[in-house]
């Protein structure tokens, strides 16, 4: 097996830090939900199953309401849990992004292409998700 690349290493170093920052991001959230006084289980469950939302639980759609969420003082819980899922989802696309531009850098246009399918693929995921 051959030593790490600098592709990889950068690439590796991009998913560990954000796979880090999405894990606490969500403990963090987690533990002030639970400290305000959060709702049962069981209204979380009908909350995302049935859409419908309890008296303090809030759903969170959109970037937009994630943002509104944690402006307020102190942030809602449930949001920063929302944007530790959304720094989960997002490492992958960067570390992708990263190593299109290694790749390039290298003059290796083979694996520059892949890359870019890859990307484009999550992008599209995302976009499919987003809009239905």
Same mark, same amino acid.
């Given at each position: 097996m051959s030593a790490p690349t600098d592709i990889q290493r950068v690439v590796g170093r991009v998913l560990? +830090?954000?796979?880090?920052?999405?894990?606490?991001?969500? =403990?963090?959230?987690?533990?002030?939900? =639970?400290? !305000?006084?959060? %709702? +049962?289980?069981? !209204?979380? =469950?009908?909350?995302?199953?049935?859409? !419908?939302?309890? %008296?303090?639980?809030?759903v969170y759609p959109t970037l937009g309401s994630v943002r509104h969420a944690l402006a307020q003082? %102190? %942030?809602?819980?449930?949001?920063?849990?929302?944007?530790?899922? =959304?720094?989960l989802l997002a490492t992958p696309v960067v570390g992708v992004a990263l190593a299109i531009g290694a790749f390039w850098r290298h003059g290796d246009r083979e694996y520059t292409m892949i890359a870019a399918a890859i990307l484009t693929m999550l992008l599209v995921s995302f976009a499919l998700a987003a809009a239905g």
């Open positions: 560990l +830090g954000g796979g880090v920052l999405a894990l606490v991001l969500m =403990v963090v959230g987690l533990a002030i939900y =639970v400290l !305000e006084g959060a %709702p +049962g289980a069981v !209204e979380i =469950v009908r909350a995302v199953h049935l859409r !419908e939302s309890g %008296p303090r639980l809030d003082h %102190p %942030p809602d819980g449930l949001a920063l849990t929302a944007l530790g899922l =959304v720094c």
